[in-house]
Every structure is written in C-alpha cells, then in structure tokens.
C-alpha cells in the first residue's frame, strides 16, 4: 500500500503541517524548520526540496527521510 505523501507533489509545507511527517523531519534534519528559506521552500514539492539540500545533508540522512516520509 502505498503512503498517505508523493514526495513529488506534497509540498514541504504540507508535510510540516502533519505532526508525524515534522516529527520525522524535526529528528532527522532539526534547522530544517527554522531555516531562514522555509518560507520561499514550504510552497515546494518535497522532492525539489530534498534534492536541493542533498548537498547539505549526508545521503544516509536523505535516505532515512525520503524513505520514512514516503511509508506514512
């Protein structure tokens, strides 16, 4: 069965307003929340978002997420 989130379409915004996905997220990458880009990267799709910070974050990091988000 596929999860409730296409990181494809779901926007970062969407996934910080569900409080399993930023408990992920808030575990996994903490500044991400606070960063001082949220506001412009919050009406991106997750994916854009992630692969742009892919290198910021190291690739285990930006596995745990994309995989842990796309099972909820």
């Keep these: 069965m596929?999860?409730?989130?296409?990181?494809?379409?779901?926007?970062?915004?969407e996934l910080l307003d569900d409080p399993e996905a930023r408990g992920i997220?808030?575990?996994?990458?903490p500044e991400l929340p606070d960063h001082p880009m949220i506001?412009?990267?919050?009406?991106?799709p997750a994916a854009a978002v992630l692969k742009m910070a892919?290198?910021?974050l190291p690739p285990d990091t930006l596995e745990q997420l994309?995989?842990?988000i796309a099972a909820l």
Aim: glycine share 20%.
């Design 39 to 44: 506001g412009f990267a919050k009406g991106m």
């Design 2 to 13: 596929a999860g409730r989130y296409d990181l494809e379409t779901t926007t970062l915004g």
């Design 25 to 29: 997220i808030v575990e996994l990458v």
């Design 66 to 68: 994309t995989t842990r």
């Design 54 to 56: 892919g290198g910021q």
